[in-house]
């Protein structure tokens, strides 16, 4: 299945407010380094994810460039 | 060029502003020129014009910065301490390269001082004001004609180098009635919006930014040469002056404004006397006519400056003659006016030396 | 899969400036947002404060000025005065709007100005270090009020959307907070109310909104988020103080 949420590691600064929202606890901060030097978030459990969209909500910095939900299956 | 009027300077002044193109005045009053505001509240509307009476005179500029920043010909009128307020407004709006055009009816001061006329910000104008390594042009008329003439000029100059004018005058020169005949009004439905403005970016490819910052130095450093490359060019081709008498004259008197038309008073009672004294009346304070007085340097035998203060563009004239010839002064301060007879005689001391 | 969020395209692609956790990133997005869902992003001229937010013009791509500090309600006057078809926007801090501002932002409302102000309250001078601001709180540290706020020597905080809310000239006064997703939600339609106000020419709109500054709170962005729910809106309350009719 595709992403439901797109993460642009370049713009996070790692502040955690989307980690902190998530009511599925789907995001978490990575062991990745971004040019800034900052570990950018990563969904991890997308199966999981139900694409509310608070994470999108919350992040500052434009990193959660976009949030998608599966169409039903008819 | 219509009919003769006799109008009083302060309301001259406004009407050759809405004819030379004031679309916008913002303003806040002030004495000795509250005709000068109550003048555009009653024709601005009447022409479909804008015209706000701002909470105050730090209000008045910034809205006359942000009518600027749309290119439209925006104007404000003030005195003295009102214009102190303003001071941030102008370097703000030196550095961002938009146009506008202020109008001082300088009054004694410092301080709260007083609404006698005065001369005492002739360095505030020229020498800036407000911070950083700016100028304005600065243009003072001498009559209620000249105020009319230099209005409609001041917004040319003010849209071709998209630069701040200030056009000097005093409160004598603001409640003086004398005749004066308006040019043609300017065709304000030929105005059209300056690729530069932010007014939405609408139909352009690039939307416009006009700052007055910089936070890399390397980058504020280049917004800076490109003031002083338009200064140099102001300085080589828009400098104004009027020689009165000078041909034969073995004495120069220096003054601007109200002192200079006493001044050529002092100067016909000085030739009833037979004493050839002229007249170097700069009409631009900024750019000065440096060249004009240093030329002259060789003819006289000395400079007297005269001036309703302690001695400011005494300093101009004095660098302009740089060391040449003596530059003696005369100043009057708080707001007194002197008359013909008493700068005659306080140039007189100096004769026979 | 369907996008249900996707960053606008008011937005631009310029990394921000702001600390991690600054909420100024959620308002910039959400009046990007309606930017583009109202069509509006060619129309507008938006006028940047002096603080934090000064280099916001670098982050939202519309025609922009900066305004000396306090003075962008008048400088928006200027422009809207001599563009009435423009959108004006100024964007603001505590500093800016709520101290030196103060009294171009009154007249502003009071004139009934078609300008939109959307105002930032974080408690402090964020950009000069931490300063106390018109807005921080009773007891609240701060580097110029390092025993707490005393209301015997600094007084008392502004709650300006209730006092302009006194005046006719604004048309739509509210306060939100950008502190949780659905509180986010409800400050975008706030401001959504707002834009229309200046659309429909009714008047002065102004959208407080309440934000965290972790760097200057020393905090976390999360410890930043809960203190605005438990310390910051009891004081400053979500809600409309003024909304005339039209707006809806």
Sequence with gaps: MDLKVIVNEERCKSCGLCVNICPKHVLRISNKINSKGYHPVELFDNENCISCGFCYLVCPDMAIAEVKKPEPVK | MGEKLLMKGAEAIAEAAIRGGAMAFFGYPITPQNETPEYFSRRMPELGRVFLQAESEVAAINMVYGAACTGTRAITTSSSPGISLMQEGFSYIANTNVPCVVVNAMRGGPGLGDIAPAQADYFQATKGGGHGDYHSIVIAPHTVQEEADLMFDAFELADKYRIMVVVLVDGLLGQMMEPVEFKDWVDVKKFKTPEWATVGQGERAERNILISFDLMAEGLEKMNLVLQEKYAKIRENEVRFEEYKMDDAAYAITAFGTVARIAKTTIELARSEGIKVGLIRPITLYPFPEKVIGNRASQVKFFFDTEMNEGQMLEDVKLSVNGKKPVYFHGRLGGIVPTAEEILDEFKKHLGG | ?248
């Design chain 3, 1 to 248: 899969m369907k996008t249900l969020y996707k960053v606008p395209s008011a937005i631009t692609s310029t990394d921000t400036t702001y600390c991690p956790g600054c909420t100024h990133g959620v308002a910039h997005r959400i009046i990007g947002e309606l930017l583009d869902e109202m069509g509006l992003t060619k129309q507008a001229v938006i006028v940047w404060p002096v603080g934090c937010s000064v280099f916001g013009y670098y982050f939202i791509g519309t025609d922009a000025l900066i305004a000396a500090h306090g003075r962008a309600c008048a400088m928006a006057t200027g422009v809207k005065r001599t563009h009435p078809e423009s959108f004006v926007l100024t964007y603001q801090g505590d500093g800016d709007y709520g101290s030196i501002g103060i009294a171009e932002a009154v007249h502003a409302a009071a004139r009934g100005e078609n300008i939109t102000t959307v105002f930032i309250n974080n408690g402090n001078y964020g950009m000069t270090g931490g300063q106390m601001a018109p807005t921080t709180l009773i007891g609240q540290v701060t580097t110029t009020s390092p025993y707490g706020r005393k209301p015997e020597a600094n007084g008392f905080p502004l709650h300006i959307p209730e006092m302009f809310a006194t005046m006719d000239g604004p048309a739509y006064i509210a306060r939100g907070a950008l502190d949780n997703p659905q509180h986010i939600t409800q400050s975008k339609n706030f401001i959504r109310k707002a834009f229309k106000a200046q659309l429909n020419k009714l008047g002065y709109s102004l959208v407080e909104l309440v934000s965290t500054c972790p760097t200057n709170w020393k905090m976390t962005p999360v410890e930043a988020v809960e203190r605005v729910k438990k310390e910051v809106l009891p004081v400053f309350p979500i809600g409309e103080f003024r909304v005339v009719k039209g707006v809806e």
